[in-house]
């Protein structure tokens, strides 16, 4: 049986980031004897004709979807091959799926849910599909006979026996990022994060357990890249990248004794950056490091502590002006929209980011995020405690980004002050993030230039009214979603 790995899209986008995911799975799936296509619908203008040749036959569909944009489309292209052929089947992963595995099963097109890693997880599936098992022996889905049942965990991965990802199975010129670097392509290191941080999705996700690829394996792969399609750059696109600093260390020793002439970014917990030696922050820097990001959070020590982080204001700053010496760039991201959230902390925070940049101007705000309780943290928990409605339908997920208030708060007119400020940030603080998202062509480029121009001024007088520009990005943004599905005719 044919596996077909499909990436919806992910929102109106310049950038188009490789679909690790997919990749890790297909050469999973390949090592098992299976014939597998990866079919990335940002990519594939042709996309919807080459789902309906492979639903001639009956094949396994699997999807990869995250919170957001990315789950309308999923649910439109699901539903679209159901359609052409009912004895497909649907199956999808994810981190979406992963936290909200009923929500998904609701939808008639969706058969099973996979939770956590794929990789050993869906070809055991795919074989049971293949010969008609039962599915009750494989463990880490969720899928519906009667009603929704759910298989135990399976145990989390030993990463060194992952095989690289499938890259020729796509053209990875496709991915390539321009930023930092001319050719950056993602590799993952590690997963999960031994913090407790109670909105993150890795705490539920990987147990609270960090794995990594040992340092050997690690200069393997991007030995790899760099022969096969001359990167000159890596994104480091782990959840911790900085967890054994003995591994990291060997790492950017390796980067330098093996010329591999690339520099590179990862994520970075500002407690660990502010506490790094001269000797450790020198390495990282000689071995091509150009920019951390930086999950600071919060301008106040109290909302930190109750976000479960293991971090203080003052190790911030502390980050940010260790940055400036080593020539790193920092790219910081904060929350705004908690319960408690009044226009006074709001403008705090402003003010917070406003010391940082002022510390050290090449800062970069990753936007200011509106807290996101995603279903499986302790956050959901709590806010679902405390009244917060949870999306009735699948599509209503989609809904739940750092970009739309998730919790309303007494006052309307706040909420629409808080989601002008978490697009406006990007814009007025989110340098060369903006010109990653939006695409370079007119009328585009024109209207980020305006934008951007707009998002300045007001941060700079603190002057949120009349958004009207802001309301029109919003309204692209839904347009979007509706938009990306229309060529799915309703009747293939
Ligand atoms: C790169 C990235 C992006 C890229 C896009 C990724 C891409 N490929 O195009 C960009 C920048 C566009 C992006 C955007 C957003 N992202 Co993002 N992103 C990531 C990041 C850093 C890496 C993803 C990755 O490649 N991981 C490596 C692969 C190997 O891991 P994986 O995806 O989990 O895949 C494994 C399993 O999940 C499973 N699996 C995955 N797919 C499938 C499919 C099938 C069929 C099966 C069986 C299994 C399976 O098996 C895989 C191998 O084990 C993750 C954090 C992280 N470290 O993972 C966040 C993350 C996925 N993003 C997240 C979010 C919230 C967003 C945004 C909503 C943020 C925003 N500002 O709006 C947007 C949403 C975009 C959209 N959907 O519309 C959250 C997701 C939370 C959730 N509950 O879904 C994460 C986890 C970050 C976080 N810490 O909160 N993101
Ligand atoms: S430190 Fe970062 S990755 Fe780790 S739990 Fe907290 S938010 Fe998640």
Sequence with gaps: MDVILVFPHTGPKKTIWAPLSLLYLAEALREDGFSTRIIDTRVEKDYIMKLKNFSKKDCIFGFSVMAGHQIIHAIQISQHLKKLNSNSKVVWGGTFPTLCPEACLQSLSIDVVVMGEGEITFPELAHCIEQNGSLDQVKGIAYKDTHIRSNPDRPLIDMDKLPFPAWDLVDATNYFRNDFAKRILPVQTSRGCPNRCTFCYTVPFSRGVWRSHRAERVISEIQMLVEKYKIDGVDFCDDNFFVG?????????????????????????????????????????????KSLFLGADSASKSTLKQLGKNATPEQTIEAVKRCAQYGIIPVVSMIIGFENEDYETVNETLDFVDELKRLNPETLIAGLKMIT????????????????????????????VPTNPSILHSDPEFDRFLQVLAYASWFALG?????????????????????????????KRRFWKLPIEWKLVI??????????????SPNP
């Design 373 to 400: 309780p995603y279903s499986g943290t302790k956050l959901y928990e709590d806010f679902r405690a405390s009244g917060l409605k949870q999306p009735e339908k699948l599509e209503d997920w989609s809904r739940f």
């Design 245 to 289: 600093p003995d591994r990291v260390r060997k790492i950017c020793n390796s980067i330098i004794a093996e010329n591999l002439n690339i520099c590179w970014r990862a994520d970075c917990t500002v407690d660990i950056l502010a506490n790094m030696n001269t000797e450790y922050l020198s390495l990282l820097k000689d071995s091509g490091c």
């Design 431 to 459: 340098g060369s993030f903006i010109n990653d998202n939006v695409p370079t062509s007119f009328p585009y480029s024109t209207a980020k230039e305006i934008l951007t121009l707009l998002a300045k001024w007001r941060w």
């Design 475 to 488: 309204l692209y943004d839904r347009y979007f979603d509706s938009n990306v599905g229309r060529k799915l």
